[in-house]
């Protein structure tokens, strides 16, 4: 009986340390798109990594750190709008941002609607994907400002400094996080953004804005969507209009690395956000 009981309490605990731990986003009423069904995860044999699809209900996983130092990053995952890579672009990323101390949120943001399997619809979308999320997008961008008012808000009971907050998204994930960058106001200013081999195509031309926060971008040279020329333009008008910002363009990586091993330097870029994220202030050891 004793150690029938043991183990019970051994697995109460190790459930309990697994409880997830997740925000519901506030939306405005929206008469855009449509969703039918609830939102699918799985794992995608396209891809080759756990996805996300047919987000409806904005929402955050919270990943806190034993030891938080105050800074924390809200995560958007990529996936063309269709779907969110969640491990690799997502859970992943937060687990590392918490080894160092930083409170991490993973955003699950509205996606264009999907059926059963959304990595195949946007694979097979072609010229049209820029006609599907167009109505997407600024509902994306929404859940991603509101995500970062939700952190304010609550920022004694995150245990972190409010005047630290990031925004760090990949690929689409990445035009959100540019979407936010360029649409924010008082209560829903990043104050440091990492766009991930960014999107930045769909969101059409953009000025730099006059209180701009500082930036760190990230790709590759070989991507094979076509990323690294928009990610330079990115870096260069930040640099242009005198703001703080720095690059990492690596020349191999190929796209939606994450948090990926392929043996090449890319492999490393969460360091080197890291190192950067200490050389500004953002963060601590």
Request: one cysteine or more.
């Amino acid at each position: 009986m004793k150690n029938a009981t043991t183990f019970i309490l051994f697995m109460l605990m190790a459930t309990i340390s697994y409880t997830q731990e997740i925000v519901s986003l506030a939306t405005a009423p929206n008469t855009a798109v449509t969703w039918q069904g609830e939102a699918k995860e799985y794992f995608s044999d396209i891809w080759q990594t756990q996805v996300v699809t047919n987000v409806s209900t904005p929402s955050m996983e919270v990943f806190r750190p034993e030891n938080p130092n105050g800074t924390s990053v809200v995560v958007a995952p990529g996936g063309g709008l269709y779907a969110l890579s969640i491990t690799s672009e997502g859970n992943n990323v937060a687990k590392w941002l918490n080894e160092k101390g930083i409170t991490a949120f993973v955003l699950k943001y509205r996606l264009v609607p999907t059926g059963e399997d959304g990595v195949k619809e946007v694979m097979n979308a072609g010229e049209n994907i820029l006609t599907k999320v167009a109505p997407v997008l600024p509902l994306s961008v929404e859940d991603g400002l509101n995500a970062i008012t939700h952190v304010r808000t609550n920022a004694e009971k995150y245990n972190i400094d409010p005047s630290k907050i990031g925004f760090m998204g990949f690929s689409a994930g990445g035009a959100v996080t540019m979407g936010v960058t360029l649409n924010y106001d008082k209560e829903n200013r990043p104050d440091f953004i990492v766009p991930v081999y960014p999107w930045m195509t769909v969101l059409g031309d953009y000025e730099v804005p006059a209180d701009a926060p500082p930036m760190l971008v990230i790709c590759a040279s070989d991507d094979p969507l076509g990323l690294a020329p928009e990610s330079a333009t990115l870096y260069s008008k930040w640099l242009a209009a005198n703001k703080t910002v720095g690059l990492h363009m690596y020349a191999k990586g190929g796209h939606g690395f994450g948090m990926g091993k392929q043996n090449l330097p890319s492999d490393s870029w969460i360091e080197r956000f890291y190192e950067w994220a200490l050389a500004e202030g953002i963060t601590t050891n």
